[in-house]
């Protein structure tokens, strides 16, 4: 398994942007990877994931276009650039990484511990 650690979240205005970053350990390059949300009183649903090699992207149809995932192998990175942030984009937020693909949890194996991102009206 790899092991998993997001940076980045905190407390946003509505319409603001927050870019999340996760930093993996070992050879990430080989995994898909995704960004997940939980948030009060919900079950964890998948926000984005891309592909191992970058080139293949997915996102939560609910986003409208608003963020944006990206990964650098190099770093053993993974990004999501959220823009436009909305009052109900509020949760903790996870990282994971896997060998299958989509938005569902189970398409995962390693995950980070999470970070609180907080938008305020």
């Known amino acids: 398994q790899v092991q998993m650690q997001e940076y980045g979240g905190g407390l946003v205005q509505a319409g603001g942007s927050l870019r999340l970053s996760c930093k993996a350990s070992g050879a990430t390059f080989v995994y898909n990877m995704a960004w997940f949300r939980q948030a009060p009183g919900k079950e964890r649903e998948g926000v984005s994931c891309i592909s191992f090699n970058g080139l293949r992207t997915q996102y939560a149809d609910s986003l409208k276009g608003r963020f944006t995932i990206s990964r650098d192998n190099d770093k053993d990175a993974l990004y999501l650039q959220m823009n436009s942030l909305e009052v109900d984009d509020t949760g903790i937020y996870y990282c994971?990484?896997?060998?299958?693909?989509?938005?569902?949890?189970?398409?995962?194996?390693?995950w980070g511990q999470g970070t609180q991102v907080t938008v305020s009206s």
């Open positions: 994971a990484a896997g060998t299958g693909w989509g938005l569902e949890a189970r398409a995962y194996d390693s």
